[in-house]
């Protein structure tokens, strides 16, 4: 049974895994029970040395948009526990959780010993790219897709010409043995909101016939460059 007693966890340099009591303290408001659930299991995973369903516990929880796990996951794969060595998956998950204001994780990416704030915004630059914004969108939210070409210059420069940079991105897959790339727009919360939004875009955007996608979706095809 888990319990406040598991001690705290410290990652090879010193840098805190955020403990059990600290976790119930400052988030159990924010976790739906399902979720709560997964997380104490990492947790508690994580101190028994077994990595490996911790590493799992922390993705599924990652993906949904937990800062903490977002962070933990990150140590894994920086350390190479229960994960291969990865320190580019672990910057993106350090970038995700300080993204959301998270002063550890904005500690970890700044070399240069940069002030770190709790605010989101000192952080915000850290994703700027169409990739990241395709990734760091809530999986649980819907997007419009514009356009799809196996011709990666041709959305590059759809992207560029409509100044989309902050609203939309573009992500590759593979189908059928062929790279595809294809843009995306906005971050809806339903359907019908998704919907909605497509009779409000400019005639430049809706010229390919826009179609709704669940974000989810797409993070589990997508192909990191």
């Given at each position: 049974m888990l319990g406040t007693e598991l001690p705290e966890l410290r990652d090879r340099c010193g840098f805190p895994v955020f403990n059990l009591a600290a976790f119930i303290v400052l988030f159990s408001l924010f976790y739906t029970?399902?979720?709560?659930?997964?997380?104490?299991?990492?947790?508690d995973?994580?101190?028994k040395g077994?990595?490996?369903?911790a590493v799992n516990l922390w993705q599924q929880l990652a993906n949904d948009g937990d800062a903490i796990a977002q962070y933990n996951l990150a140590l894994l794969y920086q350390q190479g526990d229960g994960v291969?060595?990865?320190?580019?998956m672990s910057n993106y998950w350090l970038t995700m959780a300080a993204?959301?204001?998270?002063?550890?994780?904005?500690?970890?990416?700044n070399t240069n010993g940069v002030q770190a704030t709790q605010q989101p915004l000192s952080v915000t630059s850290l994703i700027s790219g169409p990739q990241e914004w395709v990734a760091s969108q809530n999986p649980k939210h819907y997007t419009l897709q514009l356009a799809s070409s196996t011709n990666k210059e041709?959305?590059?420069?759809?992207?560029?010409?409509?100044?989309?940079?902050?609203?939309?991105?573009?992500?590759?897959?593979?189908?059928?043995g062929?790279?595809?790339?294809?843009?995306?727009?906005?971050?809806?919360n339903s359907v019908h909101s998704a919907k909605s939004a497509i009779a409000d875009l400019p005639q430049d955007l809706r010229k390919w016939s826009p179609w709704v996608r669940n974000i989810r979706s797409i993070h589990k095809i997508m192909i990191t460059e």
């Open positions: 029970p399902f979720s709560m659930a997964s997380a104490l299991q990492a947790l995973a994580q101190a077994d990595f490996k369903t291969n060595a990865d320190n580019n993204r959301q204001g998270m002063v550890e994780a904005y500690q970890r990416l041709l959305i590059e420069k759809y992207y560029s010409l409509n100044n989309l940079s902050g609203k939309a991105g573009y992500y590759s897959s593979m189908r059928q062929e790279r595809w790339y294809a843009l995306v727009y906005g971050s809806y």
